[in-house]
């Protein structure tokens, strides 16, 4: 098994395929093995890199840092590999590696995906103000009623069942992330002059497409893209529909 040691703590990752680097960053319901719908679509068209974050997966966080180090530990990860240049594709919590390293890093970065996601993103007022009570009114639903949109519960049942299964090998869970968050702005993003495709689950109640969009429209190079039937894994919950129209976005980036 592939592991980087990084400090004191282990980060297990893993490669399928050859060609053009896509990074995928799991959210705080997932690890490497969530993946699996997008490894098998595209390891014959790119080179793919999975990676537990720290407290996740297989790999430990012996110095408790949490997201704190998420970026760090994605540069390590690019180094060690001997990757100068990657795309980045990042569901939820990944958000919060893939924005600051795009932001200290750019030149390493040939485009970023963010997926249900406006985590490690300074918000406009209007905007963070929407998310706090967004938040807070969905504060009391249950896992599966997070992550996964209605239209999938019902329909795959057993998938759903997978989604719990996976995130059960995690040390780490969402009341229990360590590490402060480091944090950039949708006008410090933008002017990285990395293109950068928002992604949005139509069902998804904790980044709504509404406030993904109005994010979205803020930015000069950012692309929005909504994905019916799905929540807050759409990569998970509508894999056929995500593999096809994100490639395709990334293929057309130069």
């Known amino acids: 098994m592939p592991y980087l040691d990084h400090g004191a703590s282990r980060l297990y990752y893993e490669t399928h395929g050859e060609g053009t680097p896509l990074v995928l960053l799991h959210g705080v319901g997932g690890n ?24 996740f997966g297989n790999s430990t966080d ?10 760090d530990d994605l540069e390590a990860l690019l ?14 919590m990944g958000g919060g590696a893939a924005v600051p390293f795009t932001a200290r890093s750019p030149d390493r970065v040939r485009a970023l995906v963010l997926a249900d996601t406006l985590v490690g993103l300074t918000l406009p ?12 009114r969905t504060a009391h639903l249950s896992q599966l009623e997070r992550v996964l949109g209605p239209t999938f519960t019902r329909s795959q049942p057993a998938l759903s069942y997978l989604y719990t299964a996976l995130a059960s090998f995690n040390d780490t869970n969402v009341h229990t992330l360590r ?9 410090a993003l933008d002017a990285c002059g990395v293109p950068v495709l928002f992604v949005a689950g139509n069902e998804d109640v904790l980044f709504p497409p509404q ?5 979205q429209q803020s930015m000069a190079r950012a692309d929005y893209l909504e994905i019916e039937a799905a929540g807050h894994s759409a990569y998970f919950e509508a894999p056929q529909a995500f593999n096809g129209r994100v490639f395709e976005w990334l293929a057309a980036q130069r």
């Open 79 to 92: 180094d060690h590999l001997h990757l100068s240049r990657v795309a980045l594709i990042a569901q939820s």
């Open 125 to 136: 007022d209007d905007l963070a103000a929407r998310m706090q009570s967004i938040a807070a």
């Open 179 to 187: 590490g402060d968050q480091p944090m950039t702005s949708l006008a």
């Open 211 to 215: 406030e993904i969009r109005a994010a």
């Open 32 to 55: 490497h093995a969530s993946w699996f719908h997008q490894v098998v679509a595209w390891r014959d068209k790119a080179r793919i890199i999975t990676f537990d974050a720290r407290g």
């Open 62 to 71: 012996a110095e408790g840092l949490g997201r704190a180090a998420f970026a």
